[in-house]
């Protein structure tokens, strides 16, 4: 039976005492072996099973990554529930659409979480019970009392479940079993609700045999040893990325998943992933574009504080690396690589392996979801010596459906199709693409979603013939490797219809210049393309003082050459048609934030919540067709204290 519990079964006879899932206590790490996570889910799903409910009853967990997330789930899915996976980066008002929609039964929720869904506790229509993993200090205990959450018929302790649970099965022991008789394949596991960067969030269903396929496919395109690896889990529990690549694959291959230490917080998470590196020595990372672009601003950074020598030596060495790699598939010649071998080693020596040291001593390579990486990433991380392979994929396939890998690989694409996917890519509902044409990427395979939940319309649009259309635009390249070029959704249009992905001129912008953290270009049939920047306030500041800039109309001619240097060959990589290139860009003085909501839980922007957000400074640049407007001289002027 290909299910998430066979999984677990297998691995608990297969690594029985081998850590499975680690946390940081104030004693150090602590472990729980895979043996030690099938018997506590066991436990916690008699008590599941106990409570006056049905099979396919929603479960929602609201919670950072821990141990008990992923042992709670176990839980459920034993005891034929459904898990409701959701990010602590939603808004407090985010949360109970997600909950009315799937009419959640429990909610499971941590310390950090709690206030988020108490916020807004009247707006939740089911008023779930709150299982709580962290008992509650007096003043959560109290607001909770105000708002009618009293223990017992509101809310219930994990610890007090885990007593609950171990008692019930001493009376019936096979309980547990009984109900994993009763699982099948294309039983729902979760629903997963989309980040909605192109519109609201869909309830995404998938199964048993989607998640079993996609993480033995994972496993096996990645050629990953039995039983040696370990990884430190930094991304959010609630994406299929992390479910499938971590809890699951570690299943199938005895991975060892360290937390990232949460205990101070959300804003803690990232300050304590440098420490908790170190700590774990992880043997491959998960990552996303925004997460792996701070390491590299941070190196970078580092690096510049070490002297003009150290310096010099290590971008020679970074510049001879990404010579040296090519385009990962294709190698230079061989006098290329004699020519750029020496420099390389002795950076290699003498700087990278210092660097690298911030990943572990142990680090092979990272794993790139969530967003489409820069390729200027991928050359710099490959050249360190810590590459991140790219990937494509998306929640409705659970969610890999390429990635490049260590054996096999090229940068700028998204790889090879995984083993278990069939995939086409289509120019229109009848005409397949050729090699180099770009047409919507169409899927088919165990992998593949049941549907949208409660959303028969959705689910009909997106499943054709057992096909699933995502609506993300690629093409095949000349040695087969995936291109994915943009969202068709968030398509740019022009005034004469003609339609663009806005994907690649910004990576164009990026790649040229390091003077911006944010580009969303933009086109709604309008006479010229137009776009959203936040400036990387580090890079620019040393940008003005190297050129003795004080003026802000000064400093706003550097910005406006550093956006247009992808303009120059080679400089942006791919060449942006002049038709579609920005006429114009607005400074946004504040950087996108999840706060707001214009960046999602796997740091992607959310266009239309950008676009929402600053409709009125999109509409002056039409009205204005003009860079040294004022408002652009106001934001330099504010940012960085000039005249």
């Known amino acids: 039976m290909r299910t998430i519990v066979t999984l677990l079964h297998q691995a608990e006879k297969r690594y029985g005492d081998r850590p499975y899932l680690t ?49 709670s789930e176990f839980a459920m899915i034993k005891a034929g529930l459904v898990s409701v996976p959701l990010s602590i980066k939603l808004l407090s008002e985010e949360v109970p659409f997600r909950l009315n929609h799937s009419s959640c039964r429990y909610v499971v929720l941590s310390r950090i979480t709690l206030g988020k869904l108490l916020d807004t506790w009247k707006q939740v229509e089911t008023k779930p019970l709150l299982i709580l993993l962290d008992d509650p200090d007096d003043d959560e205990h109290n607001r909770m009392e105000g708002l009618g959450i009293t223990k017992g018929p509101g809310w219930i302790s994990w610890s007090s479940i885990i007593k609950e649970g171990r008692l019930l099965l001493e009376a019936e022991p096979e309980l547990v079993e009984q109900s994993e008789a009763l699982i099948a394949e294309d039983d729902t596991v979760n629903i997963c609700y989309t980040s909605g960067t192109t519109g609201n969030p869909k309830g995404i269903m998938l199964t048993h045999l989607n998640y079993w396929t996609n993480a033995n496919d994972a496993v096996n395109h990645f050629k990953l040893p039995d039983a040696e690896c370990e990884t430190l889990v930094i991304l959010p529990l609630d994406h299929s990325f992390a479910h499938t690549v971590a809890i699951y694959a570690a299943l199938a291959r005895g991975i060892t998943l360290h937390f990232v230490d949460a205990r101070g917080g959300s804003m803690s998470i990232l300050r304590n992933i440098p420490v908790n590196l170190t700590e774990t020595n992880p043997t491959f990372l998960l990552t996303v574009p925004a997460l792996s672009g701070n390491f590299m601003k941070k190196i970078i950074h580092g690096i510049a504080q070490q002297g003009s020598l150290v310096e010099k030596l290590f971008h020679s060495g970074i510049t001879a690396g990404i010579v040296l790699e090519g385009d990962g598939f294709h190698k230079p010649s061989l006098s290329t690589r004699l020519r750029y071998t020496p420099i390389h080693r002795m950076a290699k020596a003498l700087v990278f392996n210092k660097v690298k040291a911030i990943f572990g001593n142990r680090i092979g390579f990272c794993v790139g979801g969530g967003a489409l990486l820069e390729v200027k990433q991928q050359q710099f991380f490959a050249a360190l010596g810590v590459p991140i392979f790219q990937g494509y994929g998306l929640t409705e396939a659970a969610p890999i459906i390429s990635a490049n890998t260590p054996h096999r690989h090229k940068y700028g694409t998204s790889g090879s199709i995984m083993p278990s996917v069939t995939c086409k890519i289509m120019k229109s509902e009848t005409e397949e693409a050729k090699v180099g044409e770009i047409g919507e990427i169409v899927i088919k395979g165990d992998n593949v979603m049941k549907g949208y939940y409660r959303n028969p319309e959705a689910s009909a649009e997106a499943l054709r013939d057992g096909w699933l259309w995502t609506g993300d635009l690629a093409a095949y390249d000349e040695d087969g490797f995936l291109v994915v070029v943009g969202r068709q959704k968030a398509l740019l249009i022009s005034s004469d219809g003609e339609k663009y992905p806005p994907e690649e001129i910004e990576e164009a912008i990026s790649n040229a210049s390091d003077a911006f953290n944010h580009i969303m270009v933009y086109n709604e049939q309008r006479k010229f393309t137009t776009a959203l920047v936040t400036l990387n306030e580090e890079h620019c500041r040393q940008l003005f003082y190297r050129e003795g800039v004080q003026e802000a109309h000064k400093a706003l001619e550097l910005i406006r050459e550093e956006f247009f240097r992808f303009k120059e060959a080679g400089r942006g990589g791919k060449k942006v048609p002049s038709a579609w290139a920005p006429a114009f860009f607005e400074l946004i003085g504040k950087q996108f934030d999840e706060k707001e909501g214009l960046i999602n839980s796997t740091m992607k922007m959310v266009r239309y919540k950008v676009t929402d957000r600053y409709r009125d400074r999109i509409e002056a640049m039409y009205q204005d067709e003009d860079f040294f407007n004022q408002r652009n001289i106001e934001t330099l002027q504010k940012l960085f204290d000039l005249r």
Request: glycine content about 8%; overall charge positive.
């Open 23 to 71: 946390t940081k206590t104030d004693e150090g790490w602590s472990p729980i072996s895979f043996h030690s996570a099938d018997t506590l889910s066991r436990t916690a799903a008699a008590w599941f099973l106990h409570q006056k409910g049905k099979r396919g009853d929603r479960v929602a967990l609201l919670a950072e990554g821990r141990p008990e997330w992923v042992i």
